[in-house]
Structure formats: C-alpha cells, structure tokens
C-alpha cells in the first residue's frame, strides 16, 4: 500500500514540477509583486508592502477603459458566439448534402493564422484616403454614412472588435457543439416524434439539456477566453492599444511590463490579480448557475 | 382498434460490397391485426419484425402498401399524428426528467382542445402509474431505477395518452430471466386491462407464444405464418416456422414416402395417407416420441436428462439433421430405457412431413 502511494506520487512527479516551476511559482510571484511597492526588477528591491498598486492600478484611466472594454467584449461576445454557434451547429446536423463542406468551411478560421484574420478585417473594415472599406460600401448601400471602424468612434471599433472575436471563437465551439448534438442517442428523438413533441420543445426539452454540459463547458472556456483577450485587439488596432481605447487587461498588464510605459511589474502584477479575481468570480458564479441547469447522464 | 395492413413493402437501399442493392424488409405484408388484441411479431434477427413495428409508428415510410387504424389510413399521417404510443428496446426515457415528468411529458405536447390542465395531467399521469405499479417512484430518475422498473415507466409513457396502438420493440431482452417472466405476465395483464390493441416485437418464440392472442412469424420480410400460438406450432405450415417454434426444438430427419408409410432409415414408422411418394424433411415433435420395445423408430441411446416430471432421451439417428434426437417423455418409462438402443412409436399429431426443397409442408 505504501509502496503504491509512493510510486502514485513518482507518476505525477512531471506533471507536478512542470505545474509548480511554470504555474504555482510565477502565480505565487506575481501575487508578492502585486503588494510590492515601487519594485525594482534590475535591483530586485522594494519600498515596502500594501495595497498601493492596487489603488494605482484601479485609478487608472488606461486601466478602467481595459477593463470596460474587456466587459463589453465578454458580455456581447460570450453569449452571441455560443448561441450563434448552436444554431449553425443545429442547422449543421439536421443537413445532409454538402455537410462535410460546411464543416469544413466553419472549421477553417480555427487554423487561420489570428494576424492573417486581423490583415483580412482590415480590408474589410478599414478606412483609407482610396476606399471606405467592403464594410463601408454595405453601410452606405443601406444609405449610411461611411464609419472609420478602425480608426473611428468607439462602437465602431467596439463592433469590429466583437465581430472579429465572435468569427474568431465559433469554428472550435461549432466542432465540439456539433459532436456533442451527433452524440444525443437518436431514440430521445424518436420517442418525442412518436409522443407528439414539436420540433421546438425537442430542441428545449431534450437537445438541449443532453448537450447541457457541453453547453457549460463551452460558456466557462468562452468567459475565460474573453476575459484574457489581448491578440485580436492587437491584430485589429496595432500595439499601441492606450491610444485608440481598445485596450484590453491583459494588454494593460503587457503594456504596464513591456510597453512604451512599461518597466511597472507591480502595477502589472496587481492588475493580473484583478483579472484573476474576476475571472474567479464569474467561473464561481457559473458553476453554481449550472448546477440547476446542466445535466450529467 | 384494428391495424391492417396493405401489400406493406419496404425496401431500403444498402451499399453492402460497393455495389447499390436494396435489401427488402418488409415483403408485400398483407394482413389484419384485430381489435383489441395482443400479437408478436416473431422471428429471427433482420427478417423484418422492427421495421414493420416502426412502419405502424410512423418512424419510417413504407415503399409501398397501404397501412389503415380502423377505417382511417394512416399510410401518410405523420407519426406524432398517429396517436400511437410506442416503448422502445433500450426504453429511451429522457434522463434529465423524473419519473413523473417523463410520464406526463406526452400529455404536455397536447395542443388547442386536447390541452389538459395542470391537474388533469397530474391525475392521468398517476393511473398510469398505478397501472404498472411504479406510484411510489415518481419523483426518481431514470437512472435510479432497475430495468424492470425504467421498462414499467416506458410503458406508463406510452400508455398515458391513452394510444390507439401501443407498441413494444423487444420489450424483454434487456431484463434478467426472473424479471423477464414476471414482467411478459404484467405486459399480458396490461393490455388485457386496458384493451388496447398491441404489438410487440420478440425473437424469443417462448416469450411470442406464452402472451401473444395471435402471432405472426415472419422470415426475410415475409409473413410465414399468422395465428393463435397454439395452432401455430400445432400446424406449422413450413419447415422454418415448424423449427422455429417450440424448445427444445423439432427434430428433422430425412425420410421417404413409401406406399402411404413414411420411412426413415430403413424403417417405417409411421402410415401417412394422401401423401406421394417420394423424399421428404419428416419433422418430429420432441413430445412426438412413445418408448415402447417393439416401436418402429430406433435410435442409439447417447443419454437420458432426467427432469422430474419428465425425462429427455437424448438419441442419435444416421438420418437426423442434428448430431442429437431430443425426445420428451413421461418419467414412468426411465426404467425401460437403458442399454445401446431406444424404440419408439410415433404420435400421429406430432410428425410433419415438408418437402424437401421448399419446406411446405405435405402432411
């Protein structure tokens, strides 16, 4: 018995280092750094502890617009991807002709290369002295005004950025949603057709709740995913993210590191712990809203 | 309410080798389910049984033919319009729901003037629970219930909006043998309560015989045989129903026709009047056999199964189709039978003679 816990141990043993020197130790870390204050990392010295980072960081204006914008993202992103993704998902599996095309083609921005897709969305949204961009031509057909959405006013840029983060994130939850409705026994279905069910109160009473796990499993990685959204930003915008009110937290913690404001560890530090709390928080939230929805067979 | 069925066919396209064939499931079936009535659909694996129950649920569409409920065809009403209530081999009760909610969940799709009150659901719910005695599990789910028990709130889901047809698809395979018995006696019960025209499907011909009214023995798609279980296997039209009926099963053997004798080996053993002559498949009931010391029919004895009541002589014969001749007898005779041989005389009523190329039977 011993002999075995021991050796139980020894299996985990790779597992646990690479957990510890690359995840528990830099979180412990950053977490010291982020109550050190005015740290020094060439001199590895501080003037002392407390919460003055955190009283930095959160009167930051850089800061609240990250952090606006980061809710924005997770709030319109989240929701609409997931649901848009279900239906296609829906629509996906209820085909027969040309479904593996459609998969295909669904699938593909997953293996795009996220700059690519930024250069892309620049053609299509970006205003420039020769051409109001394909977007602009849809807006002025429809007898609007042409939008900078690159450089323009902030829900133009906020809608660009939604949108390219929705494109961006449906191709992996239309995989996984449409091999989670292909895995519902087709009995279920048979048994609601025979009982008389409707095609909706199937779709809610029994897709649904089957997929249900999958469902939550998709919604808790999307919320994380949004929270720490920081390439597309840059894909879209360029680095200098301050300037155009695009940032996001994680791209202040990155310009608070390597920024041309940058060289503040403790202001970064402080500001990831914020964006740990929250996620922590809204994960929380979530498992405990799914336990009255999500059902495990 | 009676179920006929019109030239019913249904073919379905297979790939089997690369090349496209159809494969015919359902051949040209032709027949009339009386009202109120309990029939199995017996037969082996693929001879067409399931597809023909999920032809009168409407789960699939039949090629051709006509299918009628009564005096309404129902060949192209869709089958949640069928009214049919229809418990499946692996039960397929939703595992999110309770018990109670899984039962009710037919009656809540009831639209315009069929809508029920909350109540009333509630109410109808509970007697058809009580129906198959699972009151005291309603608030469980399905995955805490045996097989007996999910089997019973299957069926009290089908049975709740009160169908016009019920059906069951292998209503028994999945259940252990004790529960299996009890639970074909509460199937039987059910029906007979609530006179509802049912069918259900079985390749088990003891569980098809010991409740059916009426069975229908199908092979490749084709009605065999139609009838009361008893007359069935008492005249069996063909060699695959006469084998396919009863355990332990028929013993064939080859035989010749004689001069109105039948002869096996050598032997004659039994006078059968009005049938040519020429070779025949004789078929013997295991029952069929009296030992008596002067009988006709000789085996060498390989073995006696004593079973209390009665006593299987286990035999064998050159002209058998099975390697062993199964013979039920009385246990008064386990005295007389020992040594190399057994004789027997034959029971008239017992032996069937079928042509050899085609299996009808002669005799």
């Not at chain 2, 005096?71 to 939703?94: H, I, S, W």
């Not at chain 2, 010749?256 to 002869?263: D, F, T």
Request: net charge neutral; with cysteine; charged share 20%.
């Amino acid at each position: 018995m011993k002999n075995n816990k021991f050796k139980g141990w020894l299996y985990l043993l790779p597992a646990l280092l690479f957990l510890a020197v690359f995840m528990i130790y830099p979180l412990i870390d950053v977490f010291i750094y982020s109550f050190e204050e005015g740290y020094n990392s060439a001199s590895q010295t501080s003037f002392g502890v407390g919460l003055y980072n955190y009283s930095y960081v959160l009167h930051d204006p850089y800061f609240l617009q990250a952090l606006k914008n980061t809710f924005i993202l997770v709030m319109i992103t989240v929701p609409l991807s997931t649901l848009i993704s279900l239906l296609i998902s829906v629509g996906l599996s209820s085909i027969k002709p040309l479904r593996n095309l459609f998969q295909t083609v669904y699938f593909l921005p997953y293996v795009t290369n996220t700059l690519a897709v930024g250069m892309v969305f620049m053609i299509l949204f970006q205003k420039t002295p020769y051409t109001d961009g394909l977007a602009n031509l849809i807006v002025t057909f429809f007898g609007g005004e042409a939008v900078d959405f690159i450089d323009g006013p902030y829900w133009a840029k906020m809608f660009v950025l939604c949108f390219y983060t929705i494109w961006v994130v449906m191709p992996f939850k239309i995989l996984v949603l449409t091999s989670a409705l292909a895995s519902v026994n087709k009995n279920y279905y048979n048994a609601a057709k025979v009982d008389g069910t409707g095609a909706f109160r199937t779709f809610t009473r029994i897709t649904l709740p089957m997929i249900s796990p999958t469902m939550f499993y998709l919604i808790i990685t999307g919320f994380i995913g949004a929270f720490k959204a920081y390439s597309d930003a840059v894909a879209l915008f360029g680095t200098d993210l301050n300037a155009k009110e695009m940032n996001t937290i994680v791209g202040y913690v990155y310009d608070m590191l390597y920024g041309n404001s940058g060289g503040y560890p403790s202001y970064a530090s402080a500001a990831a712990i914020i964006l740990f709390a929250i996620v922590l928080t809204i994960t929380c939230i979530n498992l405990t809203v799914s336990k009255k929805y999500v059902h495990y067979s | 309410m009676k179920v006929v069925f019109q030239h019913l066919t249904k073919k379905f396209a297979s790939r089997s080798g690369g090349a496209k064939k159809e494969v015919i499931a359902v051949n040209d079936f032709d027949y009339e389910i009386p009202d109120g009535t309990l029939v199995g659909l017996l037969g082996p694996s693929g001879c067409g049984k399931s597809t023909t129950l999920n032809l009168i649920c409407g789960l699939i569409e039949p090629t051709e033919g006509r299918i009628f409920f009564g005096e309404d065809d129902v060949t192209d009403v869709p089958c949640e319009k069928r009214g049919v209530g229809m418990v499946f081999q692996n039960y397929a009760l939703y595992p999110h729901l309770t018990v109670k909610q899984n039962i009710i969940f037919p009656l809540q799709n009831l639209k315009g003037k069929d809508k029920l009150t909350k109540a009333e659901m509630e109410e109808k719910a509970l007697r058809a629970a009580s129906l198959v005695q699972i009151e005291n599990l309603m608030d469980r789910k399905p995955s805490e219930l045996s097989g007996g028990q999910q089997q019973r709130v299957a069926i009290a889901r089908a049975l709740v909006k009160m169908p016009r047809i019920l059906l069951l698809d292998e209503p028994l395979s999945n259940l252990d043998a004790r529960l299996r018995l009890q639970t074909r006696e509460e199937i039987s019960r059910i029906q007979r309560q609530t006179g509802i025209t049912t069918v259900f499907v079985t390749h088990d011909q003891e569980e098809a015989m010991s409740i059916s009214d009426i069975i229908v023995v199908m092979k490749d798609g084709v009605i065999q045989q139609t009838g009361k279980p008893q007359d069935v296997y008492d005249e069996p039209k063909n060699l695959f129903v006469a084998k396919f009926l009863g355990t332990p099963p028929i013993n064939t053997f080859d035989g010749e026709v004689k001069n109105g004798s039948l002869y096996i080996g050598d032997e004659a053993v039994l006078t059968v009047s009005g049938v040519a002559d020429g070779k025949v498949v004789a078929g013997i009931r295991p029952e069929g056999f009296i030992p008596k010391a002067d009988g006709h029919f000789t085996c060498a004895l390989s073995q006696v199964e004593v079973m209390g009541r009665d006593i299987t002589v286990v035999a064998k014969h050159p002209a058998a189709h099975n390697p062993t001749v199964r013979a039920i007898v009385s246990s008064d005779n386990l005295s007389a039978i020992n040594g190399e041989k057994v004789s027997f005389d034959l029971k008239e009523n017992k032996v069937f003679l079928f042509a050899p190329d085609s299996g009808e039977r002669l005799f």
